[in-house]
């Protein structure tokens, strides 16, 4: 059975900073694209960030210069590093993951998904 436990939400002000953490399992990691999407009430998931079953990375606009995506294969565990946040970036994350790269690109497309934590950002 694969699961993806998301980690690391809470509240924080602007300006702060957050990392989230999601830990793997039932699939082999290492051969797996990773990525982190959010959703607000009412909208559609979208892609935060993405990356590689190697050291390719991919951002959305929004978060570039202020997130990073990080894996651990020895933990099965993917990372997103969130500094300077916004009330902009208030959604909840989900952790991801394909085979495909181009599908955790795509945001929604992913396989297998997380539960979601909460991220919320005061102004």
């Known amino acids: 059975q694969v699961q993806l436990v998301e980690s690391g939400g809470g509240v924080v002000q602007a300006g702060g900073s957050l990392r989230l953490s999601c830990v793997v399992s039932?699939?082999?990691?290492?051969?797996?694209?990773v990525g982190w999407a959010r959703q607000d009430p009412g909208k559609e998931r979208t892609l935060v960030a993405a990356?590689?079953?190697?050291?390719?990375?991919y951002y959305a606009d929004s978060v570039k210069g202020r997130f990073t995506i990080s894996r651990d294969d020895a933990k099965n565990t993917v990372y997103l590093q969130m500094n300077n946040l916004k009330p902009e970036d208030t959604a909840v994350y989900y952790c991801?993951?394909?085979?495909?790269?181009?599908?955790?690109?795509?945001?929604?497309?992913?396989?297998?998904w997380g539960q979601g934590t909460q991220v919320t950002v005061s102004s």
């Open positions: 991801d993951a394909d085979t495909s790269f181009g599908a955790v690109i795509g945001g929604y497309l992913a396989r297998y």
């Open positions: 039932g699939l082999a990691f290492g051969n797996y694209a």
């Open positions: 990356h590689n079953s190697g050291t390719m990375t």
